[in-house]
Structures are given as C-alpha cells and as structure tokens.
T-cell receptor
Framework: SQTIHQWPATLVQPVGSPLSLECTVEGTSNPNLYWYRQAAGRGLQLLFYSVGIGQISSEVPQNLSASRPQDRQFILSSKKLLLSDSGFYLC????????????FGPGTRLTVT | GQQLNQSPQSMFIQEGEDVSMNCTSSSIFNTWLWYKQEPGEGPVLLIALYKAGELTSNGRLTAQFGITRKDSFLNISASIPSDVGIYFCAGQSKPGASGSRLTFGEGTQLTVNP
C-alpha cells in the first residue's frame, strides 16, 4: 500500500517570505500526484496535479507553484507568501489507471503572519 | 465546474445512534469515494464504489452508489465516539481524463456525544 510523507508538519512564516513544502510517496511507482489546500477544516481545493516527472497542471491562478523533480517527489513553492496562503496543505497520490482512489498525506499546517 | 452537494453539513448525535449522509450532483459520476478526516490529519479513504447500485460495507459503514449515478449515501451504524470527524464524498466523472481528478463535497461534520 502507498505511504505519503509530508514535511514540515507545521510552519509559521512571515508575509513575503518563500515557501517550500515537500511530499514523497512510498509503495508505488509512476503515481498521479496532487496538492490540495483546505481552509478552516472544510472543502478541499485542488491546486496542482502531476501525471509524471516535470508535468504540472495548475487548477487555479495563485501565488503558488509546484514541481515534480522525481517520480515520487512533489514540491509546493512560493517566492513570496501572502496572508491568504495560510491553510492546511495536503498531498495526495493516485494510481495511473482506472482506479480513481487517492491517498492523502498527513498534511502541513501553514500560518502566514 | 462540477459540484457535489453534501448533506447535512453537520450532525450532532448520541452514541449508539445510526447516521446517514449523502451527496448529490447534477452530473453523472462513474466513481464515488467516501473519506473520513480527523482533526489535524489527512483524509482517509473509507469506501470506494465503482458500479451504479453497488452497496459496499466496511465494518459499521455502508455506502451505496445511487442507481441514477448522480448520488451516493453513507450510513454509519451504532455510532461510537471515535466516529467523530469530517466525512467527505468525492466523485470522478470522466474515465481516462488527464490526472484522474476528483470532485469533493464540502463535508459533513459528525459529533458523537457519549
């Protein structure tokens, strides 16, 4: 079974500072990878997804970017954080097949001050 | 874009009671998934449904893929305090679509009083 790791678990950053959140996946190869943001414990907003190394699709225009330098590594970044970037960031992994199940990591709580 | 209407938004029940929640859509879905999220953690997949009319159980949880393919139901029998959390439905409507993206409901917050 898949295991998704995320770090850091929590992060407090000042407005205007850079951001790098990392997600790694074990137990599968060539997965689809996803970054979601969750505000106030409700509603999952898809930010980015990737079907392979270097292939990133953005779902919403925003202050964030994503990269996939390795098959099982997915990174969420920002050059300058905004207050509105605060939230709970979740990485998910899914198989590249007709199984649409996605498995989530433990999440990163980001507070921008 | 597609939307899933999940209801109720919240439930406050006594331990031992049964729980029912549902998701509806104006679009047809080919896959329905149910997740549970506890505070400060990522969602955990509970049940996956792939065929219209399918009824699947996981312990005290039972979920059904609606026959119209536009809805799904989750039932929890004999609730216990550890059932507390937010339950999300998710659907996939485009087989083979790039990225296999899911549409999520807004969640049902379940509180169980001992």
């Amino acid at each position: 079974s898949q295991t998704i790791h995320q770090w850091p678990a929590t992060l407090v950053q000042p407005v205007g500072s850079p951001l790098s959140l990392e997600c790694t996946v074990e137990g599968t190869s060539n997965p689809n990878l996803y970054w979601y943001r969750q505000a106030a414990g409700r509603g999952l907003q898809l930010l980015f997804y990737s079907v392979g190394i270097g292939q990133i699709s953005s779902e919403v225009p925003q202050n964030l970017s994503a990269s996939r330098p390795q098959d099982r590594q997915f990174i969420l970044s920002s050059k300058k954080l905004l207050l509105s970037d605060s939230g709970f960031y979740l990485c998910a992994s899914g198989k590249q097949s007709y199984s649409y199940e996605q498995y989530f990591g433990p999440g990163t709580r980001l507070t921008v001050t | 874009g597609q939307q899933l209407n999940q209801s109720p938004q919240s439930m406050f029940i006594q331990e031992g009671e049964d729980v029912s929640m549902n998701c509806t859509s104006s679009s047809i879905f080919n896959t329905w998934l149910w997740y549970k999220q506890e505070p400060g953690e990522g969602p955990v997949l509970l049940i996956a449904l792939y065929k219209a009319g399918e009824l699947t159980s996981n312990g005290r949880l039972t979920a059904q893929f609606g026959i119209t393919r536009k809805d799904s139901f989750l039932n929890i029998s004999a609730s216990i305090p550890s059932d507390v959390g937010i339950y999300f439905c998710a659907g996939q409507s485009k087989p083979g679509a790039s990225g296999s993206r899911l549409t999520f409901g807004e969640g049902t917050q379940l509180t169980v009083n001992p």
